[in-house]
T-cell receptor
């Protein structure tokens, strides 16, 4: 069975602090995909990144970076120099391939609060 | 390109009634997935439609059903509503075909309240 665990339910930081959101996944598939989504207070899920299981390179996009480690089944997300606009709920998700691509398994989410 | 649209945005229904929610995917996207979001259960996958066929199904009772039309627009139906069906229903579309998995783009959701 596939499962995604985000152990941090809530995180509160002060603006300009760095923050890391943890994501641990379980799957028996050898090929799979990992995602991060952001859900601001408006409610709409916003896609942030997709990573396939064969690509363990870390990725950086502006203040965002992702660390994928197959050895520990983790796909962590770091926000550098956090800003108030980063306040949202962040979801990590997993999907299989072939005909399972349209089914995302989400973690419970981490609510990030960035205070000025 | 226009994003995923969902109608209606808000809905209030009474127990026992049925409801139909609509989703229009991004142009060119052939896969439409539906999710239920509640405070207690989080985001749960309902089903996915691809080329008018249900390709994947989550663990929801048969009261939850859906369909997809030839233009990729999708509808989901919930019959015999229960209080526990109160939730945000999210629709997502993607380019997903076979052999890969693409990012899903979500609509704003339909907030269903059952009284």
């Amino acid at each position: 069975a596939q499962k995604v665990t985000q152990a941090q339910t809530e995180i509160s930081v002060v603006e300009k602090e760095d923050v890391t959101l943890d994501c641990v996944y379980e799957t028996r598939d050898t090929t799979y995909y990992l995602f991060w989504y952001k859900q601001p207070p408006s409610g709409e899920l916003v896609f942030l990144i997709r990573r396939n299981s064969f690509d363990e390179q870390n990725e950086i996009s502006g203040r965002y970076s992702w660390n994928f480690q197959k050895s520990t089944s983790s796909f962590n997300f770091t926000i550098t120099a956090s800003q108030v606009v980063d306040s949202a709920v962040y979801f990590c998700a997993l999907s299989g391939t072939y005909n399972q691509g349209g089914k995302l398994i989400f973690g419970q989410g981490t609510e990030l609060s960035v205070k000025p | 390109k226009a994003g995923v649209t969902q109608t209606p945005r808000y809905l209030i229904k009474t127990r026992g009634q049925q409801v139909t929610l609509s989703c229009s995917p991004i142009s060119g996207h052939r896969s439409v997935s539906w999710y239920q979001q509640t405070p207690g259960q989080g985001l749960q996958f309902l089903f996915e439609y691809f080329s008018e066929t249900q390709r994947n199904k989550g663990n929801f009772p048969g009261r939850f059903s859906g369909r997809q039309f030839s233009n990729s627009r999708s509808e989901m139906n919930v019959s015999t509503l229960e209080l526990g069906d109160s939730a945000l229903y999210l629709c997502a579309s993607s380019l997903a075909g076979t052999g890969s998995s693409y990012e899903q783009y979500f609509g704003p959701g339909t907030r269903l309240t059952v009284t």
